[in-house]
């Protein structure tokens, strides 16, 4: 019920922001076609000078050198609506959240310690930036750009196309294999990182009494060992991302 309410919450957020969305996915379509249209130049491109065509090849340079001028402009744009497009989620979330804590019932607050909702608040929304910065990105250029390249190798030599084709579902296999335990391990981080900033945030909030009873190498020891914990929960997981 929980994770239905938040689904429906991520979404309204999404549909005020939709408009941003469809012209950065239009933008995107748009670049992997002149990527893809370069791609096809170059062919002409070579032969033009092979034959040693001199109006043929100024012809070509003048059609690719205007494609990139327009492809720059196209990705710069691009990249300026999704930045807008994902700073926008992020307030509207960090709104949310805002509004969630203040009227959240005191017994919920106590649950969980100051410090894993210092996490979520910082590392939680980090990986959500990255995502909206980067992986986004990926996720609406990289299909397109994909199925465009596709067709034009079947245009050149379907045969070919067919035999690299092969390779694609060992690909998604291994791919599938490892991203479970890398969505573990990342899991094992989140929670090392809370725990992390929970003795940080006990230690800054009880300051007089640390002094007090002169706790700070117990603390400090207690600190140290959850920054290991973290690190080697980090490092297992760079392991499998790497991969």
């Known amino acids: 019920m929980k994770k239905l309410k938040l689904k429906r919450g991520i979404l309204s957020i999404v549909k005020i922001n939709i408009r941003l969305l469809i012209i950065t996915l239009i933008l995107s379509i748009i670049v992997s076609f002149t990527k893809i249209y370069l791609i096809s130049l170059e062919k002409n491109f070579t ?26 402009f196209l990705e710069y744009s691009k990249a300026y609506l999704l930045g807008k497009f994902s700073e926008n989620i992020l307030r509207d979330i960090r709104n949310e959240i805002g509004k ?54 079947i245009s050149i030599n379907w045969k070919l196309t067919l035999f690299c084709f092969a390779i694609i579902p060992i690909s998604i296999i291994l791919a599938l294999i490892i991203s479970k335990p890398v969505e573990k391990y ?49 490092l297992i997981s760079a392991r499998f991302e790497t991969l």
């Open 47 to 72: 032969d033009a000078i092979l034959v040693k065509n001199k109006d043929l090849f100024i012809k070509i340079f003048t059609r690719i050198l205007s494609i990139i001028v327009a492809k720059i």
């Open 100 to 153: 969630k804590l203040i009227n959240v019932k005191i017994s919920y607050i106590e649950k969980n310690t100051t410090g894993d909702y210092i996490s979520r608040l910082s590392n939680d929304l980090s990986l959500i930036q990255g995502f909206l910065s980067s992986s986004l990105n990926d996720l609406l250029y990289h299909p397109i750009t994909f199925i465009l390249g596709i067709i034009l190798a």
């Open 186 to 234: 990342t899991k094992r981080q989140q929670e090392a990182l809370s725990d992390v900033n929970s003795v940080a945030q006990d230690a800054i909030s009880g300051i007089t009494i640390v002094k007090a009873f002169n706790l700070e190498k117990i603390l400090f020891n207690k600190y140290r060992k959850e920054l290991v914990k973290s690190f080697k929960s980090w």
